[in-house]
């Protein structure tokens, strides 16, 4: 279990500096000149070539990595020669020139709007997708079950930008249902807090909820023809137990591991919902990043969605350690 | 042993005209074809057939495991003087696994994978008992004892893939055993073992029984097995008992041609065959479209012998052909007698 724990930490580790490597080789390949953007369009050759000294883009590609690096452990300092050096503390993941930030403080301040609005959707999708999917098994081949697999496949069709806009048009501005969205914490203003959440929650949860529901129902229904079912029945078993304890005890456990990874991937950034719904979070700082041609912010992102996923991967092969037994973990 | 007689003085077990039909897309699969049969207390019936033949589908029945919703059942089975098709399912699932409890093919996939062996077991006592759950382990502990398990106090707590093919067999007697029923259905219960095991398997499940006096239907598609411990063997193809009589009486006195087939195909250890082993040539009949007459005259060698083409046309009955002993075939007594004595010698090797 522990050699298991240290294996796999350090091929965490491992991974995230190969992925570190080629994201920031990678970005320094890409056209565009970084220095160049720094400033406005009326820019004196002189003040770029300032720039890029002051951003460290003069300095070969290698010592780059290496400063960026050793500035996630040790912290570092920008433009030291400057009067006014930038001093960023481990873990520095670097300092966006455009925004005059260090990216940490942007994620910082993006990755709540992302948790929430993920975890939100989750609790939707996986609620109504595990509900729905369970139901239609326990009622196979009639009205009910074709109905719901009906709607999943309409839902599973829908692109979330269709759903979103959609959404927009008719809730907000043709019925005013609700107001136009505008983030603010949980904490600080519950109400308009879900006000704005919800459509964005819906959006993500329907195409989410569809996959589920189907996931579910061949599950449960293959799980059904299993033979230790048979056996639970053969036991006089009430039915509501054969179902929930043997069935479903048994059917549910790779959905539980599928969603926690799709729960991580949602957490890296629902770029197109934020983005519809103008929310701030990881998706929308991404988006803007990338257009603006932000390395220190676009290597920082993806270093950071890479290492929830990469995390999250662990978590769930330790899970269905716990729950399946057959799984030994050594 | 036979289908008729008054409801007062019942057999302990008693199916009478017992059909089993699913619906499906393709038509109606008539997997159990009025089958009749009876078995007194304590006594071992095994059903005998090739896959298909309709013989888990009635030990299905019979447990109560046929999903009411799914499948048409008519005819009647009578346990211990109660009507059971008829019962609601609330009082099915109170038989299942107290009065009549089931054994089934594959002990790798019969147990839940996610729960303790004998968690599994104490779950079975404490669905009918009102018992604690120190005491129902204690009960559980000694049951594992009594169907062989080594190092009990250890293997009680193990997982079911911590176990052998074997060992998990054991475990499903013991889970079947556990609540004292009094009719045992073991469906191919060594089928899915290795040789050696498989014997073991069978000693234990008849010690137990005449510890229990448990009443058991074995089902198997291997007649080398059944000699040894049942006292009445009933034939089945396509959906419909084709030959019942006492164990030594099939063996011996054969006399459907599906039987002689059957016979003929068991490797034998102790003689030399003539000839390679002798299968029955072409395949068992669609359940969605049976033979109007006889199931078995397709594959049939002697159906020519019956005059008027009735094989082809005429359902033939289960009926009597000596004591204690049913045939299902149009052909004249004396003269299936003559062709199973043929067979037997060629069988014998003389």
């Known amino acids: ?330 | 042993m036979m289908p008729s007689g008054s409801s007062f003085d019942r057999p302990f077990l008693q199916v009478t005209d017992l059909a089993v039909a699913f619906p499906t897309e393709d038509g109606l699969v008539q997997a159990v074809d009025g089958v009749s049969l009876s078995l007194e207390r304590g006594k071992t019936l095994a059903i005998v057939g090739e896959s298909g033949s309709g013989k888990s589908v009635t030990a299905q029945a019979i447990m109560g495991l046929i999903n009411r919703k799914a499948a048409k059942i008519s005819g009647q089975i009578w346990l211990d003087g109660q009507e059971l098709i008829a019962l609601p399912q609330n009082e099915v699932q109170e038989l299942m696994g107290s009065e009549i409890a089931m054994i089934f093919q594959d002990p790798m996939s019969s147990l839940h994978p996610f729960y303790r062996i004998g968690d599994q077991i104490i779950e079975a006592i404490r669905a009918h008992r009102d018992i604690g759950k120190a005491a129902a382990r204690s009960e559980t502990i000694d049951m594992l004892r009594r169907v062989g398990i080594p190092a009990v106090e250890r293997r009680v707590d193990a997982y079911p893939h911590q176990l052998s093919g074997g060992m998990r067999q054991r475990v499903m007697i013991a889970m079947a055993l556990i609540n004292s029923p009094a009719l045992l259905i073991a469906d191919e219960p060594t089928t899915a073992l290795d040789v050696t095991v498989q014997a073991q398997i069978l000693e234990l499940i008849s010690n137990l029984q005449d510890e229990f006096g448990t009443t058991v239907i074995l089902i198997t598609h291997d007649l080398g097995i059944v000699a040894d411990v049942a006292d009445e063997v009933a034939v089945m193809y396509g959906g419909r008992i084709v030959e019942l009589g006492r164990t030594a009486m099939i063996y011996e006195r054969p006399e459907m041609p599906y039987t002689l087939g059957l016979l003929s195909s068991v490797p034998r250890m102790d003689k030399v065959l003539p000839e390679r082993l002798d299968p029955i040539r072409g395949n068992p009949p669609s359940p969605i479209r049976l033979p109007k007459g006889c199931v078995f005259q397709p594959r049939c060698d002697y159906f020519e012998r019956v005059s008027g083409g009735a094989c082809l046309t005429v359902r033939p009955e289960l009926l009597p052909s000596g004591p204690d002993h049913f045939v299902r075939c149009h052909l004249r007594v004396e003269e299936r007698q003559q062709i199973a004595q043929d067979v037997l010698r060629v069988l014998a090797g003389s």
């Open chain 1, 1 to 330: 279990m522990v050699a298991y724990l240290v294996r796999r930490v350090l091929g965490m580790f491992l991974l995230l500096f190969l992925l570190s490597i080629s994201v920031f080789f990678l970005f320094n390949i890409l056209p565009g000149d970084p220095a160049r953007l720094t400033c406005g369009r009326a820019c004196a050759p002189a003040t770029i070539e300032a720039n890029r000294h002051r951003l460290g883009l003069d300095e070969p590609v290698l010592t780059q990595y290496v400063k960026f690096v050793s500035g996630i452990f040790v912290g570092r300092t920008f433009s030291p020669d400057s009067p006014e050096p930038i001093d960023c503390e481990a873990p520095c993941l670097g300092y966006s020139f455009n925004r005059h930030e260090e990216v940490l403080s942007l994620i910082a301040r993006a990755a709540p709007v992302t948790f929430w609005l993920a975890i939100g959707a989750f609790l939707m999708w996986i609620f109504a997708g595990i509900t729905f999917g369970i139901f239609a098994a326990l009622r196979r081949g009639r009205w009910p079950d074709r109905l719901i697999m009906t709607v999943s496949m309409i839902g599973y069709s829908l692109p979330s930008f269709f759903i979103g806009l959609v959404l927009v048009f008719f809730v907000i501005i043709k019925w005013q249902l609700l107001p136009f969205p505008s983030y603010v914490s949980p904490f600080e203003n519950p109400g308009q807090f879900f006000q704005t959440m919800l459509l964005p929650w819906i959006v993500l949860a329907t195409l989410n909820a569809a996959f589920y529901v189907r996931l579910t129902r061949n599950q449960v229904l293959e799980v059904f023809g299993d033979d230790y079912v048979r056996t639970a029945r053969a036991k006089g078993l009430p039915e509501r137990v054969v179902v929930v304890k043997h069935a479903l005890r048994a059917g549910l456990t790779p959905i539980v591991t599928a969603a926690g990874l799709d729960l991580a991937y949602l957490l890296g950034g629902a770029i197109i919902s934020e983005n519809i719904f103008s929310l701030p979070g990881l998706g929308s700082l991404a988006i803007n990043s990338i257009t603006d041609s932000d390395l220190p912010l676009i290597t920082g992102i993806t270093l950071l969605t890479a290492s929830i996923i990469i995390v999250a991967n662990l978590v769930v092969d330790l899970l269905y350690a716990v729950v399946d037994p057959r799984v030994r973990i050594t």
